[in-house]
């Protein structure tokens, strides 16, 4: 008698068997709706739970701060790019340099920012709050100093240039306030 052979082993592909895949999930609970009427998309989603719960609780004011914020950048960079001179003007009360290409760069990268804080106004993630509030921050803090020196070296005080100082050393505050608020841990109940 011969040896019979045994039959070629079939592999089973469940992950591109539809019906396997939904007994599965069927078996693990997940991908229905549960009694609170969340659809898990996984096991772990489902242990864990719903984010929400963990979300970053804000401090007053944030969102709008971060509106304020991303307005203001946006605006600055446009008329940095689009009228060069006349933000000179206001600022230094004299006649643009010869060139308006340092203005327009500078209008560029204030448009590269302003980019960062419109994506940070949609954003739960802690970090990147932060991160954002951080480089604001950084940014008020450099034009503070640039426009101080600025203004010690040609020895005249302009009205708007002071007025700049101002307001960069008021931005600079809030943006430090909302970094260490966001940063603080959740007082435990």
């Known amino acids: 008698m ?21 007994k599965t999930r069927k078996i693990l609970g997940v991908g229905g709706e549960d009694d609170d009427g969340e659809v898990h998309r996984s096991k772990i989603s489902q242990v864990l739970g719903n984010e929400i719960k963990f979300a970053v609780r804000e401090p007053l004011g944030l969102r709008v701060w971060q509106l304020v914020s991303a307005v203001m950048f946006s605006g600055v960079a446009i008329m940095a790019l689009a009228f060069p001179d006349q933000l000179y003007d206001a600022v230094f009360d004299e006649e643009s340099a010869s060139s308006k290409t340092p203005i327009r760069l500078y209008g560029g990268a204030l448009l590269s920012i302003s980019l960062i804080m419109w994506n940070a106004l949609y954003t739960a993630e802690k970090v990147i709050i932060r991160w954002t509030l951080l480089t604001e921050a950084c940014y008020f803090a450099v034009q503070f100093l640039v426009t101080t020196v600025s203004l010690v070296e040609s020895s005249r005080i302009a009205t708007g240039a002071v007025l ?7 931005f600079i505050l809030i943006s430090i306030y909302y970094y260490y608020q966001v940063g603080r841990r959740p007082k435990k109940v």
Do not use: I, W
Not at 164 to 170: I, M
């Open 164 to 170: 700049l100082l101002v307001s960069r050393a008021l």
């Open 2 to 22: 011969a040896a019979k052979q045994p039959p070629p082993l079939m592999k089973k592909h469940s992950q591109t068997d539809l019906v396997s895949r939904l």
